[in-house]
């Protein structure tokens, strides 16, 4: 949820041209956004990000860096009083919207196009419904006698071109007789282990999630850059495992009464995950029948999930050809999405791709980025690309939303602001503008009070701006 970093760019007289009368476009949208437009103190970075749930129960296990916390969801429910019915959230993540929502009563829906998500979620789900004091006498045991380190059958860790050489030989050896020993358990004690093992991976491994990419520390012996990188402390294997199986555990325990972590089953609304990406899941859904839709999509800053997850998708048995279709069927968020054909897709989103087509503050950043592009001053030629595709499928993600949300219903989106190229493009106002024109009314952008600053790069040739990060609300018409 970061901003690319970006070379500096010196701008021409045509491209400061460009770039001022983006300016202008911005400063018109601003100003018809203006009076909705709220800064809210009670927000802040850590609310709208995963830190918040560092400390809360069942939402720590697997720091799912992208996430935004429980707490801002519980607040936003609070706060708009969404008090039954049903609530979406397109792009699922590691299920905190969900199960925030489920705790106060909501049915919850997501979809979830990573394996890993669907895992997170999935395995939670179990934990909420059918594990037992008998399942967590058995994770005892595991954290206990380790069997493990007894075992002598071992089953093959899964890696892909990115992920191999990701682990020590040792730490490799015991996560395959982790995997054979956890072969033999029930359903719901391997689905415990199993999100333990992907909870632990990264700190285990040489590898460390960046953003665009992972980063390997030298001690891998793989070459990343001129820069060595040193990732600090790498965890050994059986440490790692025990403590995360410990802290499922003792959440477990410890907060499975009512209104805790695992509400009574009378008390919850219940959980259920569409797999799939939500440009391919949402036409599928039944028009008019959520209360709300709370959620965060990718934001339009280069990240690539595929990648930084690629640890994860690679012990779920995610190989090169999937990986590399799985980064196609993601909403457009990195450079190497292809450009989707949306109206041979679903010919229901004409509308959505002649708002964007007629959004004129989207059109003069596509023009000049389009411009830099032909020019040879982007660092990188699918920025173009992935930013057009970007706010096109979010047309349609936002067409959707609309036609599965009842009358009345608020939407509720987390999402950032970015800056390419030396040109700042609003999301927020943008994304606003076009919910405007597909069957929205924008009632306020809840703005924080510390935004967030351009890449070190981008200061050092431009000076420092502040970008906004918002959450947004839009009420279905």
């Known amino acids: 949820m970061h901003n690319s970093v970006e070379e500096p760019v010196r701008l021409t007289s045509p491209q400061a041209a460009a770039v001022s009368e983006i300016n202008r476009l911005d400063r018109d949208l601003l100003l018809q956004f203006k009076k909705r437009l709220r800064l809210d103190s009670s927000l802040s970075r850590a609310l709208v990000s995963f830190q918040a749930n560092k400390t809360r129960p069942g939402y720590r296990w697997y720091k799912f860096k992208e ?3 429980a707490s801002l969801v519980e607040s936003l429910i609070d706060r708009y009083q969404i008090k039954a019915g049903k609530v979406l959230d397109p792009f699922a993540g590691s299920g905190t919207a969900l199960f925030a929502a489920s705790a106060h009563g909501l049915e919850a829906e997501g979809i979830e196009l990573l394996l890993i998500g669907q895992q997170i979620i999935l395995a939670r789900k179990l934990l909420e419904e059918s594990f037992d004091e008998h399942d967590a006498v058995v994770i005892r045991r595991w954290i206990d006698a380790r069997p493990w380190e007894k075992e002598t059958n071992s089953v093959p860790l899964p890696e892909i071109r990115i992920t191999r050489g990701a682990y020590s030989t040792k730490t490799k050896a015991l996560i395959e007789r982790y995997l054979a020993a956890m072969s033999r358990e029930s359903v719901q004690v391997q689905a415990v282990l199993r999100l333990a093992l992907l909870c632990v991976l990264e700190c285990v491994s040489y590898t460390r999630k960046d953003g665009q990419y992972l980063r390997w520390d030298y001690r891998s012996g793989r070459k990343q850059g001129n820069k060595q990188f ?6 050994d ?6 403590a995360k199986l410990a802290e499922m555990l003792n959440d477990w325990r410890e907060v499975k009464e009512p209104f805790g972590l695992f509400p009574a089953a009378n008390l919850r609304g219940g959980v259920r995950l569409h797999p799939g990406s ?7 859904l039944a028009a008019g029948q959520f209360d709300a839709v709370i959620t965060s999509p990718p934001y339009c800053n280069r990240y690539d999930y595929t990648r930084t997850y690629a ?7 995610v190989g090169e050809q999937e990986l590399i279709a799985l980064r196609q069927q993601m909403l457009s968020c990195t450079v190497e999405n292809r450009a989707k054909d949306l109206a041979t897709m679903n010919p229901d989103w004409l509308a959505a791709v002649a708002a964007a087509d ?3 503050l ?4 596509l023009s000049y980025l389009d411009a830099q592009k032909a020019k040879g001053e982007l660092n990188n030629q699918g920025i173009p690309r992935m930013v057009r595709g970007y706010f096109y499928e979010m047309a349609c993600v936002i067409t959707e939303c609309a036609r599965v949300m009842k009358p009345g219903a608020p939407l509720l989106m987390v999402n950032d602001n970015v800056r390419y190229a030396g040109a700042s493009i609003s999301v927020d106002l943008i994304l606003s503008a076009l919910a405007e024109k597909l069957g929205f009314e924008v009632e306020s952008i809840l703005v924080l009070p510390n ?4 890449s070190s790069q981008q200061m050092g040739e431009h000076g420092r701006e502040a970008l906004r990060k918002c959450v947004y609300l839009w009420r279905k018409v």
Not at 230 to 235: E, L, V
Not at 362 to 365: E, I
């Open 311 to 317: 640890l994860e998708l690679a012990l779920l048995g």
């Open 362 to 365: 989207l059109q003069a950043v």
């Open 67 to 69: 996430a935004f916390s």
């Open 278 to 284: 939500c440009l391919e899941v949402m036409p599928l």
């Open 451 to 454: 935004g967030k600053g351009n």
């Open 230 to 235: 040193d990732k600090g402390a790498i965890y």
């Open 358 to 360: 007629d959004q004129e």
């Open 237 to 242: 294997f059986d440490s790692a495992i025990c």
